[in-house]
């Protein structure tokens, strides 16, 4: 693998448990490195999605990946930052 771009990962409009086992699978098949979860394509900002993001963060962190979230709404930017994880959204370009 390339570790010279980041592994971008992409979340579907509903964060399943699946899904995000899938996603989960995905970063323990590569070595670490930077990787970028697009949330923009999120049917809803709620707490399933929170949920699944802080899976795929912890999951990320004890793999030594460096994760960062790109495209979350303005309600999921919100809910992000009432639950510490604000510090890994990218800022909108």
């Keep these: 693998m390339d570790t010279s771009q980041p592994l971008v990962l ?24 930077d990787v970028i979860c697009d949330v923009g394509g999120l049917a ?20 030594g990946h460096r994760l960062t979230f790109r495209g979350a709404g303005a309600d999921l930017r919100a809910l992000l930052d009432l639950v510490g994880l604000a510090d890994v959204v990218r800022p909108h370009p």
């Design 44 to 63: 809803h900002a709620d707490l399933a999605a929170v949920d699944a993001l802080a899976r795929l963060r912890l999951t990320a962190r004890r793999l």
């Design 10 to 33: 992409t979340l579907a409009a509903r964060a399943t448990p699946e899904e995000v086992a899938r996603l989960c699978a995905v970063l323990e098949g590569v070595p670490p490195t």
